[in-house]
């Protein structure tokens, strides 16, 4: 064959097979995007409705509309809706396997997306779903309509006539109608928000967002850049309160045990404007300072956790309860807490608690507590600082100082205090000085000195109880009352008798709640009466 008619063969060849490619790749395409719908659905345990898929040469695919629906219904059950998605692919990408991304940009009129799940260690996907929906990222991005609803054990976060576009060359822009968020702590809905985005480095940002007066999302930036290896992050940073809130969240999901790690902080937050905003009855008042809080684990599984937790509140005032300065640090680790610190002060009071307990292993286990820890305190103000625990601070006034230690492991109880009181007031009742040193062992409370004056008078003593049901204690106690008409009225006479004080000595011996008592009372012009006294006087069990 010439040479001449071979080119010409060659050329009406390749017109041939271009215009089989322009006429049948539609088809191809087509019904190709209806099977990898249908077959990653399969494998992914999802239900596939196609409605129409329209493919034009070189022209974006077009999906009239897509329903996946779970077919599973125990843990997680996941309903999308999608109508009219254009899809525009990166065909260079895709037939020379470049780096980059598939598709160039995604436009959806509407998407419906529900989510319900009762067990948060339950998978959604495989992993080579997520790693497929990571290559599904497109350059830009638009919803016209979006409508979400993720329902997770008691929490549920509902989003209303929302759009999104998103794009990596030019700002986009947030809208939602109403976004709600419900669970156990928090109950709020937000209206009419609008905010811009941007996507860079599959790393999608929305910032400048109004939530309510006095709360502003500055910027929230979620990281899809691990979506492949299951793991996604989160960072914020919100103008709330007066303050700053910031955190940064990421989440491993790539192993039975799901992994959380979260660090945040916050700064000079209002808490009235926070009392306001949850609707306490009761406005608080204060300033939280500065804090920070830290966590990694399985938020179901605290004994396999680690976190951290540090805050000062300063200038708090509830009710009649007032603060100048409350700071708190706290650990979690290798299933113990640590308190670092608890410090209370007032103006002329301070109070302080440190220690560490291991963390219950049953609910029941929070009521029987193994606790180790020293507490010291200095009270110069005692009702001020007993109002903080509900007491009426007009019952109590005084000074007194507590230091002491006590541990509760292995459910045996241990330690000591040592406590020391002047110009005390117990309801109306004054106490010119107070001291006791207390010592608690597995099996007894041992009482190694108590003393108690008031004016001329004196209460003093020494024993231990015993801790069994039966509380049997001994010890011994000495009293002395300059004038027995101040505790008994009936000594006091009439009127028109001028008496003089009636002075009482006491001195008493316990044994197994034995009381062995002999006294003398020193009347007016006569000689002491004495007496003696035996008897018992259990206070436990009989």
Not at 28 to 56: C, H, K, Y
Not at 208 to 224: C, I, P, S
Not at 227 to 232: D, E, I, K, P, S
């Amino acid at each position: 064959m010439p040479l001449k008619n071979r080119m010409f063969l060659i050329i009406l060849v390749i017109l041939a097979v271009a215009l089989a490619a322009v006429l049948l790749a539609p088809i191809a395409v087509s019904n190709g995007v209806r099977l990898w719908v249908w077959w990653f659905a399969r494998q992914e345990g999802f239900f596939a409705t196609i409605d129409r898929v329209e493919a034009p040469f070189l022209r974006p695919i077009v999906v009239r509309e897509i329903h996946l629906k779970s077919l599973r219904d125990d843990a997680v059950r996941i309903d999308v809706t999608v109508i009219d998605a254009r899809v525009v692919l990166n065909l260079k990408h895709i037939f020379l396997h470049l780096s980059g991304r598939d598709i160039r940009n995604i436009s959806v009129r509407e998407l419906h997306a529900e989510l319900h799940r009762t067990k948060p260690n339950v998978r959604v996907l495989s992993e080579h779903g997520w790693a497929t929906l990571h290559r599904l990222l497109p350059e830009t991005l638009s919803i016209a309509k979006l409508e979400t609803r993720v329902e997770t054990g008691p929490s549920l976060i509902l989003l209303r006539n929302a759009s999104l576009s998103a794009s990596e060359t030019e700002p986009g822009r947030f809208t939602a109608a109403e976004l709600m968020i419900t669970s156990p702590w928090v109950r709020q809905t937000f209206s009419q928000l609008r905010g811009a985005t941007h996507w860079e480095g599959n790393r999608l940002t929305l910032a400048g967002l109004t939530l309510t007066h006095g709360l502003d999302l500055q910027a929230a930036t979620v990281d899809f850049a691990r979506l492949g290896n299951r793991r996604m992050g989160l960072q914020f940073d919100i103008d709330a309160f007066g303050g700053k809130l910031r955190a940064n969240i990421s989440h491993e999901w790539h192993s039975r045990h799901s992994n959380w790690k979260i660090a945040g902080g916050a700064a000079d937050l209002l808490l009235a404007q926070i009392s306001d905003a949850l609707g306490f009855a009761d406005p608080v008042n204060g300033l939280l300072h500065a804090s920070n809080f830290t966590f990694r684990g399985n938020l179901t599984e605290p004994d396999r956790a680690t976190a951290s937790l540090w805050g000062e509140l300063t200038g708090l005032t509830w009710r009649d309860r007032t603060a100048e300065a409350l700071m708190l640090g706290a650990a979690l680790y290798n299933r113990k807490i640590e308190l670092q610190q608890l410090y209370i002060r007032q103006k002329s009071n301070q109070f302080t608690l440190s220690g560490e307990a291991a963390l219950p292993a049953s609910s029941s286990g929070w009521l029987r507590p193994d606790f180790r820890g020293n507490i010291s305190a200095s009270i110069n103000q005692l009702g001020e600082f007993l109002a903080l625990f509900g007491a009426h601070p007009a019952d109590f006034a005084g000074k007194i100082s507590i230091q002491g230690s006590m541990d509760t492991h292995g459910r045996n109880f241990g330690g000591n205090v040592t406590i020391e009181g002047a110009s005390l007031t117990f309801f109306k009742h004054d106490i010119d000085s107070f001291s006791a040193k207390l010592t608690l062992k597995p099996s007894e409370l041992q009482i190694e000195r108590f003393d108690l004056a008031r004016k001329n008078d004196s209460l003093s003593g020494e024993g231990k109880i015993d801790l069994s049901p039966e509380h049997n204690y001994s010890g011994t106690v000495d009293a002395w009352t300059n004038d027995l008409r101040d505790y008994v009225p009936i000594v006091r006479g009439t009127r028109r008798q001028k008496t003089g004080p009636v002075p009482v000595e006491i001195q008493a011996t316990i044994d197994s709640s034995q009381w062995d008592v002999r006294g003398a009372i020193h009347f007016p012009k006569s000689s002491p009466l004495s007496f003696t006294a035996s008897f018992p006087l259990p206070i436990g069990i009989t």
